[in-house]
């Protein structure tokens, strides 16, 4: 019954447009899941990929690390 499950999971933490392509990819090639699942599968892709859209903008910002702090008392 619960044929493909992972495959949701496996989207949700995917680590690269590229890879949530791949998924999707394999989302088509499965007939036999319900149009329920494959719209779940799409909705997850879509927030998937917002998130990792809006990663680099987060990962800009460092924290102050003790190397870093260091070198601004010195300067």
């Known amino acids: ?3 493909y499950l992972g495959l949701r999971q496996q989207i949700a933490t995917a680590t690269s447009i590229t890879e949530i392509d791949t ?3 394999q989302c ?3 007939d036999t899941a319900s149009e329920k699942t494959k719209r779940a599968w799409i909705n997850t892709a879509k927030r998937r990929v917002k998130e990792l859209q809006t990663l680099p903008k987060e990962t800009k910002t ?3 690390t003790k190397k870093t ?3 601004s008392k010195k300067s």
């Open 23 to 25: 998924l999707l990819k």
């Open 62 to 64: 460092k924290k102050a």
């Open 1 to 3: 019954m619960r044929k």
């Open 69 to 71: 702090i260091k070198k």
């Open 28 to 30: 088509e090639d499965k």
